[in-house]
């Protein structure tokens, strides 16, 4: 959560025209999709992985020490390669080049640093992913069999909930879109088609 609060800062500047205009094309952008998505979510998934699999497969989780540093080992390699990213995309560096050197331009020189911490963060990522598989291809393979069932349900603390039956009919849910849709876009649209307007009228040429 603590990675996709900081990308959450860089999305609004994605979200700003003017701003978005400035960094889109830069290294920014894979900066901040890797705090977003390939954080909170890969983290997420992996954290899921950990509690899910063992009970899929009946046994116990292996190499629980590779496990336990998996997920911050992720997060520093995440930090040095998307806070460099950041860094360097408001420095002008590009993204999706094909040549590295940049054809010798003396701009790349200032990004070359950065990019090396970027680099070690990649390592690092590299690393924490190995540990994800082999701690998942571990508890496939060579876990031991859990000593009691894994696969729990839930239990009511209560009886039959009493339902407002109104909140299942979809057709009042569409309508309640339509009147929310008409209601946001209705007077823009009409503002705007009743705005003067320029240009040709249009003609026939033949």
Not at 64 to 77: D, E, I, T
Not at 152 to 178: C, N
Request: glycine fraction near 12%; hydrophobic fraction near 55%.
């Amino acid at each position: 959560m603590l990675l996709f609060a900081i990308g959450g800062f860089g999305g609004a500047i994605n979200a700003a025209f003017g701003m978005n205009s400035v960094v889109h094309n830069t290294a920014w952008i894979q900066g901040h999709f890797h705090l977003t998505v390939g954080s909170a979510v890969a983290l997420t998934f992996m954290g899921v992985c950990y509690w899910l699999v063992p009970k899929l497969v009946d046994r116990d989780l292996e190499l629980g020490l590779l496990a336990k540093w998996q997920p911050y080992l992720w997060f520093l390699g995440m930090m040095l390669f998307s806070i460099s990213n950041h860094i360097t995309g408001i420095m002008g560096m590009p993204r999706r080049v094909y040549e590295a050197t940049y054809g010798g331009a003396e701009a790349a020189a200032q990004w070359k640093g950065l990019t090396l911490v970027s680099a070690g963060g990649g390592v690092l990522l590299f690393a924490s992913a190995a540990f994800f598989l082999l701690v998942m291809l571990g508890t496939v393979t060579a876990g031991r069999k859990a000593q009691q069932p894994t696969l729990e349900f839930a239990e009511p603390l209560e009886g039959e909930p009493r339902k407002l039956l109104v909140f299942d009919k979809i057709w009042a849910w569409v309508a309640v879109a339509i009147i929310l849709v008409a209601l946001a876009y209705a007077y823009p649209l009409a503002d705007h088609l009743s705005m003067e307007t320029f240009g040709s009228r249009g003609f026939k040429p033949f």
